[in-house]
């Protein structure tokens, strides 16, 4: 069953019930200011860091669900009827609900009783606000009487402390009306520079700030006192619970449509400006004025709403691909790309399931999120390398996460996993292949945020790869420290104390518990830094980073082969794990994958057997599980990943983020049918008509989906903010269609299902368009035998780069 539909030419879903198996949300703004949307208009907005500056007020797990959020109520003046034109939080019948949601918009409309009404939100580029564009019509035979209200509950910034310190809370709330604008200036003294403001184009029959004024003792949004009588209170918050509400009066003619602009924005004035007049405490509001005059004026709004959608054109423009999958052409061409934005731009901090006070921007999972972005807008991604990297510490390991707005590393989730560095060489290499700018590598970054520690780059990276290799266990393998790219592999803990996260527990001394994974990880990321070396002109080092390489990967086929597949670890007795010695978890997807991204097991044998074994062991109708069999109980030495019940997380559930490598490995040695077969299985759109056991937005990838023991096998959860959605993009893009950014060109090395006949592709790259179209004899799933370059057919299937500006044609024929 589906619950919308795509809508390709327009970019955007079109949920058509506003009841949807969970909230479908949508992402606001693109670079400062950011917004969470639902399908009915749930969800909040934060100036940089989710956490440290939230604008307004969400509650999360929520009675009902999804309650908060930017809402607009409408009025019969004549029958005291009232509704929300998103659904929420009335939850009144609607004819024709519709939300669209778009890159970087979102749409919402519905009638009721003749009246319609439109909203579109969104952040124009550049600027730190956001536009409700609200239209009403008038579709009665006979002029309508209106009433509309805005809502919206400002937070008191630090979203930690406004959901926990509220004796302290109670008495701070502050604002200033003025004119047809609330300004909301809580703790807006000598020390806080920003507030936030909510404006209406219209001028007001009245307003509230006070939200218990606005909604009435002892009730909810759904029947605002304020809405129910028509009429606002005109109440000023003072300590409680700040909100912002307009009321508008409306008379609509017959036809008549009346088109009101709300502006919600963040601003900071500098020291000497914050007063007005100086030495008094009122908001000095000379400077943020004239943005709010321009964006409360429709010729504005249309021109900034076009600029956003000009701005996703060329950008989506930059790949765009045309095959016989219309779901492969939907994910790569539009809403996979888009996530990939997002998760740049979020990492793990705030989506529905990510609460914007748990997680900032994770070390690995941020240097991940490039992977998928780098190609659209490469000097953000230059810019987020360095701040990544200024929180490496000087041992060449990291903290596991950073909050946005201080961009200083700490350890609030954790600390010592030892997989992050290495991750660091992916980034940055990924970066450099895309851009070809070698200068990042001589960009001076400090250790730990640190000033006068800086080193050039490369040198950061040269830590990283010396991190794993003076940590080494028993059988050589890297030590795993508090776990590796399974946070839930937790070999050193020994958590036996019930509610203590596995996260940040004290890990037991002296453990000795190895990674295969890491060594994989390892062996990819020094052939990466041998690259690199190589570009610098150093080859006797690019020399050492291989044999170090060659070394490691002799060491996973002694130690980390289990006969049939790669073993997944040692714990901290020494013991193997991953092994058919095990009863439980005795076969992990991630070693598999990362060993043979890595090239090791292709020239004898292994990497096929292991492909093989994960097609026999792990693959099932909704995707790849993580591991099998899953863990019925707890299991003290390994951790978090046994105190999931069986099917879900880490305790073999679909994790999404791992399924790609599977596709790339299989595309490395040649297997276009099984590599297609697995993307399609957690391909969102292609899981479309199974929305109601999916439950997840069909338009982008969730995290997990429930695995083969669970209950609701097929159940996705955690949508949006993971690894899955740039390592999708990487599999799609760059293996199963092959278009891939090296050092030195743009490679095509398309591994294609054998009854595809053709694709074509454009790719923008180093500033030149190429024109990519592919043949392929049907039975054939991989090997080029001729590209033709403008004309010329060249040696072997990599292009070297062209000039900024130049048009070239590529025909590739596959043989
Ligand atoms: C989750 C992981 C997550 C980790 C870190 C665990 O509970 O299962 O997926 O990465 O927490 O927050
Ligand atoms: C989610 C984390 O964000 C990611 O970094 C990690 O690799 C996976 N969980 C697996 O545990």
Redesign the pocket.
Known sequence: MRYGHFDDERREYVITRPDTPLPWINYLGSEAYFGIISNTAGGYSFYRDARLRRLTRYRYNNVPFDLGGRYIYLRDAVSGDFWSPSWQPTQSELEDYECRHGMGYSAISSRRNGIEAETLYFVPLAENLEIWRTRVTNKRDDEAKLSLFSAVEFCLWDAWDDQTNFQRNFSTGQVEVEGSVIYHKTEYRERRDHFAYFACSEPLAGFDTQRDTFLGAYKGWDRPAAVERGESFDSVANGWAPCGSHHVELTLAPGESKEIIFVLGYWENADEAKFDPPGSQTVNKKLVAPVIERYLRSDEVESAYQRLRDYWSELLGILQVSTPDEHTNRMVNIWNAYQCMVTFNMSRSASFYESGI??GMGFRDSNQDLLGFVHMVPERARERILDIAATQLPSGGAYHQYQPLTKRGNND??SGFNDDPAWLILGVAAYVKETGDTSILDEEVTYDNEPGSESPLYEHLQRSLRYTQHRLGPHELPLIGRADWN??LNLNCFSTTPGES??TTENKEGGVAESVFIGGLFVLAAEELARIAELRGHSDEAESYRADGAKMDGVVREHGWDGEWFRRAYDYFGEVIGSAQNEEGSIFIEPQGMCILAGIGLDDGKAKKALDSVASKLACEHGIVLQQPAFSHYYVNLG?ISS?PPGY??NAGIFCHTNPWIMIAESIIGRGDAAFDYYQRINPSSREDISELHRCEPYVYP?MIAGKDAPSFGEAKNSWLSGTAAWNFVAASQWILGIRAEYDGLRIDPCLPKEWEQFEATRKFRGATYRISVSKPSGVCKGVAQVVVNGKKIDGNLIAPHPAGAEVVVEVTMG
């Open positions: 748990g997680r989730v954790g946070d839930c596995f996260q978090e999931y997380k880490e995290q």
